[in-house]
């Protein structure tokens, strides 16, 4: 079992930056590949970025590639996802997620695991 925190959300003008965080419970964090996954308002759930078990491969979606980056810390069980030069268009609650394997996984219907979200603005 594990459990998901997300922290790090706020309200930042168009072309700033964030770095959400998200803390998992659990011995076997480096175990679990993980992405980050988010939804706006009126919208269905896309994927953000993934991140393999070991931090060695990353995956991102076309619309935030060269902007975000997903990172881990698998000595203090975290992920992260920097947000740079932020648009109106980013705005959503960001979710982390976890899947017990140790590829990179990008569906969101293959993860076990979600936290609870944060929410993301992004004012124009």
């Known amino acids: 079992q594990v459990q998901l925190v997300e922290s790090g959300g706020g309200l930042v003008q168009a072309g700033g930056s964030l770095r959400l965080s998200c803390a998992a419970s659990g011995r076997t964090f480096s175990s679990y590949a993980m992405g980050w996954f988010r939804q706006a308002p009126g919208k269905e759930r896309e994927f953000v970025a993934a991140?393999?078990?070991?931090?060695?491969?990353?995956y991102y979606a076309d619309s935030v590639k060269g902007r975000f980056t997903i990172s881990r810390d698998n000595v203090n069980n975290r992920v992260y996802l920097q947000m740079n030069s932020l648009k109106p268009e980013d705005t959503a609650v960001y979710y982390c997620a976890a899947k017990y394997t140790r590829t990179v996984v990008t569906s969101e219907e293959r993860y076990e695991y979600w936290g609870q979200g944060t929410q993301v603005t992004v004012s124009s």
């Open positions: 991140i393999n078990w070991s931090g060695g491969y990353t």
